[in-house]
């Protein structure tokens, strides 16, 4: 069954006290909650595959990550109908062999799951001869893309570098990916002291590089919303979904929540991201599923807007 | 839409349904409907719309009475919300948060709002004016009448990273406890059972602070969702202990229940997390009240 509408849902539940409890509920706030029903037409196609922008490799360094053995990360990915995942590496955080890094990145992706996993290698731009690994990662390993993590990587987006950095890989067609956090500063390790990531020194270089393809990760602005608000009016950045929080996060984000609020984001610039391994797989899809949103939005976010910038091997 | 319709089967993508949610009977002991809107009867009307969506089946709110800001001061909505819990009796609970500073007056809260009012149980918030932990002995009080009257008992907990050097917990509010603050409150009532909230945030750390004492449970809502946290705390608690929240609207359902399905548990396990454990937890107070309640 593709389509669960309110008539099947009573008829597989009637004679349970949550269904009933339910049908009470029903007539009451729940009425003041919905908006006029307008029913999906019953599914037909293959239900879409997920591209997931947003996941890593290897061993989160303070911690045993469930899934951090690749083909169980992969099983784990496949089992959530992921078809294609954007794979970065967590030794890139702290190792300085910057090269190593990209090299074992490469040769996993390619011995554990050819075509399905693609290597986005990483340069320090804090690092001496950082355009030397981004001409590896393009010509000798052959990735599609880079993914840079400052605060983790000792520099910010006010770097010298960072300008160069996205004009070189709009020039070779990568894509950028910068990680804005990779876990809740409230429970760093006490080693680890990041600045917090200013997003906004970020324009100017995009808006001097027309046509770059940038990505942030695990974005989802500060409190005010103001740094959010300036990157999609003034430059052309994509972002992930996988920092979006609270319920229906996806649909207000994009403007199509019940509650009618306008969009922050525009729907084109969406990229499925579920931070796996770290975050459970299940957490950002499920969140596809809470937000009410149509078909074409299901299918820009889980693999169209992907599928723009990225064809398939 | 319909909050019951969906354009792809959540089966499609390894996802329970809709169906499949209903009936793990999902009971959300950390709702926060009513928290941080200008308007919450509002807010709590719109957040129906996922609980409709997730299947939720109870939802049970941290903030009747007052607000968590100011527990004792009543809260304009006050009567509202106290009418919404009367009419949704069958969806919804409360909890009334209390003020470990000022034990009588939190005392005279819980008999208005529990003993003759609709709420099942108080909550300790995450922090208060007076710099007050539910570590300190104004809690005891509390706790006795708590005791007596069969209330649950949420106690918001973290450990944030701060101070020099940096340390988990010494970041943490003035009045906000920690699972240490829970396992000390917790030992000098060995009779009573206490919700360990957040898990501590830093839920490695914040287990192995409450796993000698079997009278806590824990509850791991409102931080990010982290693959292999439930499995651990079923490994070093037992499933038994561990209740579940959804920390809406301001969480993501979705995070919270993505919790628990990144876990590797039986059917009847999960079901314990999702609701069981925590209905076995506020059964007296329901039968004590007349309510009826299923486990």
Redesign the interface.
């Known amino acids: 069954?593709?389509?669960?509408?309110?008539r099947?849902?009573i008829k597989?539940?009637l004679g349970?006290?949550?269904?009933l409890?339910?049908a009470?509920?029903?007539g009451?706030?729940?009425a003041?909650?919905?908006?006029p029903?307008?029913?999906?037409a019953p599914?037909t196609e293959k239900?879409?595959g997920?591209i997931d922008t947003n996941v890593t490799l290897f061993q989160w360094p303070f911690?045993k990550?469930?899934?951090s053995e690749t083909p169980a990360l992969v099983a784990k990915l496949r089992?959530?109908?992921i078809i294609e995942a954007w794979a970065g590496s967590f030794e890139a955080l702290l190792h300085k062999d910057i090269a190593g890094v990209n090299e074992r990145l490469a040769t996993e992706c390619r011995e554990q799951a050819p075509g399905f996993l693609r290597p986005f290698g990483t340069v320090n731009l804090a690092w001496a001869d950082w355009e030397e690994d981004v001409r590896r990662c393009h010509e000798v390993h052959h990735m599609p893309g880079l993914r840079i993590y400052p605060g983790y990587q000792p520099f910010n987006l006010k770097h010298p570098g960072l300008a160069p950095l996205i004009a070189m890989v709009r020039e070779r067609g990568l894509i950028l990916q910068i990680v804005f956090q990779m876990?809740?500063?409230?429970?760093?390790h006490?080693?680890i002291?990041l600045e917090t990531l200013d997003a906004r020194p970020l324009i100017a270089p995009l808006q001097a590089a027309p046509g770059a393809k940038v990505q942030l990760l695990h974005f989802s602005g500060n409190v005010q919303g103001s740094d959010l608000q300036a990157l999609m009016a003034e430059t052309p950045a994509h972002l992930d979904l996988s920092r979006w929080?609270?319920?229906?996060?996806i649909g207000r984000m994009i403007g199509s929540a019940?509650?009618g609020s306008a969009a922050r984001v525009p729907l084109e610039r969406v990229f499925f991201g579920s931070h796996?391994?770290?975050?459970?797989?299940?957490?950002?899809?499920?969140?596809?599923?809470?937000s009410?949103?149509?078909?074409p939005q299901?299918n820009a976010i889980m693999q169209g807007n992907a599928r723009r910038w990225l064809p398939p091997v | 839409?319909?909050?019951?319709?969906?354009?792809?089967?959540?089966a499609?993508?390894?996802?329970p349904?809709?169906?499949e949610l209903?009936?793990y009977?999902i009971w959300d002991s950390h709702f926060h409907g009513f928290y941080g809107a200008q308007n919450p009867i509002e807010q709590?009307?719109?957040?129906?719309?996922?609980v409709?969506?997730?299947?939720i089946?109870?939802s049970i709110s941290l903030e009747i009475g007052g607000t968590l800001a100011a527990p004792l001061t009543p809260s304009p909505y006050d009567d509202a919300i106290r009418q919404?819990l009367e009419?949704?009796q069958?969806?919804l609970s409360g909890l009334t948060p209390i003020e470990p500073g000022f034990p009588d007056e939190s005392c005279e809260k819980m008999e208005k709002w529990i003993r003759r009012g609709p709420c099942i149980g108080i909550k300790y918030v995450g922090g208060n004016k007076s710099g007050t932990t539910c570590r300190h002995p104004n809690n005891d009080p509390i706790i006795r009448l708590a005791a007596e009257l069969n209330a649950t008992i949420y106690i918001h907990t973290?450990?944030?990273?701060g101070g020099t050097?940096?340390?988990?917990g010494r970041?943490n509010l003035p009045g906000e406890s920690t699972p240490m603050d829970v396992a000390a409150l917790a030992q000098r009532f060995p009779g009573v059972r206490f919700i360990c909230g957040h898990s501590g945030?830093?839920w490695?750390l914040g287990v192995r602070v409450i796993r000698p004492h079997k009278n806590i449970f824990l509850e791991f809502a409102g931080?990010?969702?982290?693959?292999?946290q439930v499995?651990y705390a079923v490994h070093e608690l037992g499933v038994d202990r561990i209740v579940w929240g959804g920390h809406?609207?301001?969480?993501?359902?979705?995070?919270e229940?993505?919790?628990v399905?990144?876990a590797s548990l039986s059917r009847p396990n999960r079901m314990k997390i999702l609701g069981g454990n925590f209905r076995g937890y506020a059964a007296p107070i329901f039968r004590q009240k007349g309510w009826k309640i299923?486990l």
């Open positions: 069954m593709n389509l669960f509408d309110r099947q849902f597989n539940s349970t006290g949550a269904a409890s339910l009470h509920a029903t009451t706030a729940l003041a909650a919905t908006t029903p307008a029913k999906p599914l239900p879409p997920i911690r990550l469930k899934y089992q959530h109908h876990e809740d500063p409230r429970v760093h006490p080693l002291k929080e609270g319920n229906g996060a019940p509650s796996a391994p770290y975050f459970p797989v299940e957490t950002a899809v499920l969140k596809l599923m809470e009410p949103l149509d078909r299901l | 839409m319909s909050p019951h319709d969906f354009h792809f089967n959540p499609d993508y390894g996802l349904t809709r169906d209903v009936a009977r709590f009307h719109a957040n129906q719309f996922y409709e969506r997730m299947g089946e109870r919404l009419t949704h069958d969806r973290w450990l944030k990273i050097p940096r340390l988990p970041d945030g830093d490695e931080s990010d969702p982290h693959s292999g499995d809406g609207p301001s969480r993501s359902y979705a995070t229940i993505g919790k399905l990144d299923t």
